[in-house]
């Protein structure tokens, strides 16, 4: 008995098969092209270290709404280390220099990260708002958005920021550029 192509369970399996994968690998290039978004590159240094470069290719940048307000936010880990950078923006509607943390009614946000892995633990996270180890104030930072399209960012960045023990962390000559 001879069948046809048609009603040949394997020709139907090999085809099920071949859908199936050429959903999972173009489900894995999108995926692949949300981290890959950009670039980050800047010097940052921790406590009494030296300034080290810091570089990532994935860049994570979000356009919302947040209390009325357009909010940006900017998440860098670092390629080769756990360091990373977090910026908050309130009022982005176009190109300019916002202030962290600024005056106004919305605080920017200003946070390096010296282990990732480890934010939550008090010394390895460093903010603008906190004291430096003599009491004073004096986490700042700047971000100058020099391109903000629907569809991309691109700016420099300066952070100053101290721990809970008063260590600072300084990140500077900062550039960014990516994709929303």
Same mark, same amino acid.
């Given at each position: 008995?001879?069948?046809?192509?048609?009603?040949?369970?394997?020709?139907?399996?090999?085809?099920?098969?071949?859908?199936?994968?050429?959903?999972?690998?173009?489900?894995?290039?999108?995926?692949?092209?949300?981290?890959?978004?950009?670039?980050?590159?800047?010097?940052?240094?921790?406590?009494?270290?030296?300034?080290? *470069?810091?570089?990532?290719?994935? =860049?994570? &940048?979000?356009?919302?709404? #947040?209390?009325? @307000?357009?909010?940006?936010? %900017?998440?860098?880990?670092?390629?080769?280390?756990?360091?990373?950078?977090?910026?908050?923006?309130?009022?982005?509607?176009?190109?300019?220099?916002?202030?962290?943390?600024?005056?106004?009614?919305?605080?920017?946000?200003?946070?390096?990260?010296?282990?990732?892995?480890?934010?939550?633990?008090?010394?390895?996270?460093?903010?603008?708002?906190?004291?430096?180890?003599?009491?004073? *104030?004096?986490?700042?930072?700047? =971000?100058? &958005?020099?391109?903000?399209? #629907?569809?991309? @960012?691109?700016?420099?960045? %300066?952070?100053?920021?101290?721990?809970?023990?008063?260590?600072?962390?300084?990140?500077?000559?900062?550039?960014?550029?990516?994709?929303?």
């Amino acid at each position: 008995m001879k069948k046809t192509l048609k009603n040949n369970p394997i020709v139907f399996i090999a085809l099920l098969l071949c859908v199936v994968t050429v959903i999972a690998f173009s489900k894995n290039l999108k995926v692949g092209k949300e981290m890959s978004k950009g670039f980050f590159s800047g010097k940052i240094s921790f406590k009494d270290s030296t300034n080290h *470069k810091l570089y990532s290719d994935k =860049v994570q &940048i979000k356009k919302t709404s #947040e209390r009325g @307000v357009t909010v940006l936010t %900017i998440v860098v880990i670092d390629n080769n280390t756990l360091e990373s950078v977090f910026v908050k923006l309130y009022n982005v509607t176009g190109k300019g220099t916002f202030f962290i943390p600024g005056e106004g009614n919305f605080q920017n946000v200003g946070n390096l990260i010296k282990d990732v892995n480890k934010f939550r633990e008090e010394p390895n996270f460093y903010q603008t708002t906190l004291a430096n180890n003599e009491g004073l *104030k004096n986490g700042v930072g700047r =971000v100058n &958005i020099t391109r903000l399209t #629907e569809d991309e @960012v691109e700016g420099e960045l %300066i952070i100053i920021a101290n721990n809970s023990e008063g260590n600072q962390a300084q990140l500077e000559s900062a550039r960014f550029k990516a994709k929303f």
